[in-house]
T-cell receptor, first 114, second 110 residues
Framework: NAGVTQTPKFQVLKTGQSMTLQCAQD?????MYWYRQDPGMGLRLIYYSASEGTTDKGEVPNGYNVSRLNKREFSLRLESAAPSQTSVYFCASSQPGGGNTEAFFGQGTRLTVV | EDQVTQSPEALRLQEGESSSLNCSYTVSGLRGLFWYRQDPGKGPEFLFT???AGEEKEKERLKATLTKKESFLHITAPKPEDSATYLC???????????FGKGTRLHILP
């Protein structure tokens, strides 16, 4: 049982390049999330998806787009990467409404934009 | 808007020295308050969910409590392996966001 899987684990981009971070979960969860983590800033919500076919902005959505491809997969796209997007990105999933509402996290993608 | 504030930012304790971490929150109806542990280079690991004021949960040397405005993570007789960043998060009724605090970095000295 893999839980939440993120790819890639590491990536270096040049300013202006684009890329997509992939996330897949095998727990049949309805909700999925993308966070970024910077030193001293905790986890900040970029976008979330409450169910297949819906997405909503979080605390820091500028410069990002997302796609909820199906119930399992939620991708994060950087159209034109900037050095300010250097961060560690975490994907998470949860099942609201059930007995256990906590989110489960992937191992993260460490992104450097030069 | 839902908000979470954790204190202190960092805490250094001697092995065996008990203490508490604080998580103050404002939320439009609480569906759940979560505590996570995060080790360097890894994703957050779930510890506890608290749903209503007065609730308490325990796991080994950790005990989490909840009031209407804050939660505490009590660490009793900690060991060096308890060193980590502890994160608090809230899940409100207004939407499906899970909002995190900035965390407390805990270092237990042998």
């Amino acid at each position: 049982n893999a839980g939440v899987t993120q790819t890639p684990k590491f990536q270096v981009l040049k300013t202006g390049q684009s890329m997509t971070l992939q996330c897949a979960q095998d727990m049949n969860h309805n909700s999925m999330y993308w966070y970024r983590q910077d030193p001293g800033m905790g986890l900040r919500l970029i976008y979330y998806s409450a169910s297949e076919g819906t997405t909503d902005k979080g605390e820091v959505p500028n410069g990002y787009n997302v796609s909820r491809l199906n119930k399992r997969e939620f991708s994060l796209r950087l159209e034109s990467a900037a050095p300010s997007q250097t961060s560690v990105y975490f994907c998470a999933s949860s099942q609201p409404g059930g007995g256990n509402t906590e989110a489960f996290f992937g191992q993260g993608t460490r992104l450097t934009v030069v | 808007e839902d908000q979470v504030t954790q204190s202190p930012e960092a805490l250094r304790l001697q092995e065996g020295e008990s203490s508490s971490l604080n998580c103050s929150y404002t939320v439009s109806g609480l569906r759940g308050l979560f505590w996570y542990r995060q080790d360097p280079g890894k994703g957050p690991e779930f510890l506890f969910t608290l749903y209503s004021a007065g609730e308490e949960k325990e796991k080994e040397r950790l005990k989490a409590t909840l009031t209407k405005k804050e939660s505490f993570l009590h660490i009793t007789a900690p060991k060096p392996e308890d060193s980590a960043t502890y994160l608090c998060a809230v899940y409100g009724k207004r939407d499906d966001k899970i909002i995190f605090g900035k965390g407390t970095r805990l270092h237990i000295l042998p």
